[in-house]
């Protein structure tokens, strides 16, 4: 097992669609400690060895954590390897719900084979320099939790870090995420944890890290569009306090994030999902969606936010 230590507590989640490279730079300027690539195939990768940038958005120099995904373990290590210089952590998936990569026997469907995680995640461990980390769901439904048996096993083959999003599959993105699953790896794991789930506010994140034990906390959709909430945790955490967001901040934020997205050569398509995330902090929200759904180029949708 690697050494696994970050300069903070707070980690930007992977999101396919909206954690690219122009945001994860944004969320690191304020304070996030890890950000984490959106889950990429492994099989996307080795394929495209020669042509990385087409599967893979890593600025030179970024050093995020690289998510990956897949079933077979020869490719996975060949994946692992070709993304490692580019890397300062490796983070495989086992706990996306969605059909189109569960019926790969990637995602989620592994918390079903234990036995051939374990081999995957030792292999991994075993061919890259950095440390390997694992992302896991409670299991695939309520009565069928598996996550202490997942990450026993996770574990024993060496890996660094485990976060829990403690919903199951079933649950997809429904109900409550139970924060009491992640006090339970932590009291059973000598490895970190991380939480993650529900976390919308810097009061949330306290809590969470109170509540649990867990030494790190992942944050998703409440920073999707909003990177200052790192900042605002990080402040909490230390000082009890934290300042508001303003309304001319939040636009500022989002005018920057969609330069340096169309300065990456970030398809219009994805800044423009940004652009909806971040028009839910207004008032009038709908409207602003509306105006942003016409919009035809960057500086068209920075002037609905100006
Ligand atoms: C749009 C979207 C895309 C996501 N993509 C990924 C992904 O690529 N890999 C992953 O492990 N989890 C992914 N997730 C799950 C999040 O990382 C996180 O576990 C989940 O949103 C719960 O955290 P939150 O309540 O802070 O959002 C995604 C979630 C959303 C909403």
């Not at 995640?121 to 598996?146: C, F, Q």
């Not at 409550?176 to 009061?203: H, M, Y």
């Not at 330069?259 to 999902?273: D, M, N, T």
Request: glycine letters at 8%.
């Amino acid at each position: 097992m690697k050494r696994f230590s970050l300069p903070g507590k707070f980690i930007l989640a992977p999101m396919a669609g909206i954690s690219d490279a122009a945001f994860r730079e944004q969320c690191k300027q304020y304070g996030a400690a890890l950000t984490v690539t959106e889950l990429t195939s492994v099989e996307g990768i080795v394929r495209k060895e020669q042509e990385l940038k087409d599967v893979l958005d890593v600025q030179e120099g970024e050093k995020p954590a690289i998510q990956l995904f897949g079933n077979d373990k020869d490719t996975i290590v060949k994946a692992a390897k070709i993304v490692e210089p580019l890397a300062s952590v490796i983070d495989f998936n086992i706990g996306c719900p969605a059909p189109h990569i569960t019926s790969q026997e990637a995602g989620a469907a592994l918390l079903m084979q234990p036995v051939h995680l374990k081999e995957i995640l030792s292999a991994l461990v075993e061919a890259v320099g950095i440390p390997v980390t694992a992302k896991i769901r409670a299991g695939p439904s309520e009565n069928h939790l598996v996550y202490k048996e997942v990450a026993l096993a996770l574990q024993d083959a060496g890996v660094s870090m485990i976060t829990l999003h403690p919903r199951t599959v079933k649950q997809g993105y429904g109900g409550r995420a139970d924060w009491s699953r992640i006090k339970d790896l932590v009291e059973l794991l000598d490895i970190p944890v991380c939480g993650n789930g529900d976390v919308t506010t810097p009061e949330d994140a306290k809590k969470m890290i109170y509540e649990t034990g867990c030494r790190y906390v992942m944050i998703g959709r409440a920073a999707a569009g909003n990177p200052y909430l790192f900042q605002q945790c990080n402040d909490y955490l230390k000082t009890g306090s934290y300042e508001k967001i303003t309304d001319e901040k939040r636009k500022k934020l989002f005018v920057e994030y969609a330069y340096k997205a169309e300065s990456l050569g970030i398809k219009f398509s994805r800044i423009k999902v940004m652009a909806m995330q971040v028009a839910r902090g207004f008032t009038g929200a709908k409207d602003l969606r509306l105006r942003v759904g016409v919009a035809q180029d960057v500086d068209e949708l920075v002037a609905v936010f100006s």
